[in-house]
């Protein structure tokens, strides 16, 4: 056995050592100490054990910071991609794509807000609809309107009835062989009915004279391309067709009106009108002479190209010639009429001038 000495020896080198922990309890009678039980417990397995509860509740903390930190990024990602979601949404609704709608976000406020914005751009879509349905109508009036008026130049003087129709006719022969996108034919289309809208701002006296028109005449005939367009000016889909109403009888080498342009400096729509109308104005019944032949109005036609005409628009006329002649056997019985005297230039030269 381990004598009391050595056994005390011993813990007092472990209190020393931090190794053991003394309990001691005394025995009191009255006020003194008559003993006392002192029990030693050794804290080496207590230090390790708390060592590895101190390393666990630690990682444990370090574990329960990275999750909210992760879950901190998880969500403000989630949240920013959503708040961008929600921007472009708006932009591009804005932007006038009333078809773009957000994909579904479950039953969150992002979610409930997703169905809010999309209600909201199925509503604005359908009220657009209807709005854009009620300006076309408007405008649809309004085009009818300038049509009719169109047609009132025509029904003021009986030898013109018609004009406006095949003018349409022609020009959209020659600017398909062109090569003409449909974009442009449909302003060719418009123009060729509303080219001479702005005649009925020209008096009755100058429209149906029967003769040459003396030069103060010529001057208030060839106002009316401006009036046309002082008429037309305003109406969004006629952005177009302003050009070619404006521009129709400028000539190639420069001498025609308003402007004087001259070349390319033309509209390629006015350019196909020119030919257009002087064609029509050959071949059709005047005040002041029977309507002409096509042959003759070809033989115009090439002589002035290059100076009165687009050398190339003059190529695709004659290059259209059996389908513009079929329009005319078909419109009247122009191939019956005499040929004219080789000396009649009173047919297009003076409808290009005043007529």
Not at 305 to 322: K, L, M
Request: glycine residues 8%; hydrophobic residues 45%; contains cysteine.
């Amino acid at each position: 056995m381990t004598a009391p000495g050595a056994l005390h020896a011993r813990y007092m080198g472990a209190l020393r050592n931090r190794l053991a922990l003394q309990i001691v309890l005394p025995f009191t009678a009255l006020t003194l100490v008559v003993g006392g039980t002192a029990a030693m417990i050794a804290t080496a397995g207590l230090t390790a054990d708390l060592n590895l509860l101190r390393g666990v509740l630690g990682c444990l903390a370090l574990a329960g910071a990275l999750a909210s930190l992760a879950l901190g990024i998880w969500l403000a990602r989630t949240i920013a991609r959503r708040l961008s979601e929600f921007t472009n949404a708006t932009r591009l609704v804005s932007a006038g794509d009333l078809d773009h709608q957000l994909p579904p976000a479950g039953r969150d406020e992002f979610g409930e807000l997703a169905k809010s914005f999309n209600a909201m751009t199925r509503s604005l879509k359908d009220k657009n609809a209807s709005f854009k349905l009620a300006i076309l109508e408007l405008q649809d009036a309004y085009l009818r309107t300038i049509e009719a008026l169109a047609a009132s130049v025509e029904a003021r003087d009986p030898y013109t009835h018609g004009h406006t129709q095949r003018v349409e006719e022609y020009a959209v022969i020659m600017a398909r062989a062109l090569g003409c996108g449909e974009d442009e034919i449909s302003a060719i289309r418009r123009a060729s009915v509303l080219h001479d809208i702005g005649k009925i701002g020209v008096e009755d006296l100058i429209l149906r004279k029967q003769g040459r028109l003396d030069p103060d005449e010529e001057l208030r005939m060839q106002r009316h391309p401006a009036i046309g367009i002082d008429i037309l000016h305003g109406i969004e889909l006629l952005e177009p067709v302003l050009p070619l109403v404006r521009h129709h009888h400028e000539r190639w080498d420069g001498n025609g009106y308003p402007d004087q342009l001259r070349a390319d400096e033309i509209p390629l729509g006015a350019r196909i009108l020119a030919v257009a109308d002087a064609l029509d104005a050959m071949t059709s019944d005047r005040p002041y002479r029977a309507a002409q032949t096509f042959e003759y109005a070809k033989g115009e036609i090439l002589k002035a190209s290059g100076s009165h005409f687009d050398p190339e628009v003059v190529t695709v006329f004659i290059q259209s010639q059996r389908a513009i002649e079929d329009l005319l056997r078909a419109s009247a019985s122009n191939d019956l009429n005499n040929h004219p005297r080789p000396d009649d230039l009173s047919g297009w030269r003076l409808h290009v001038v005043g007529r």
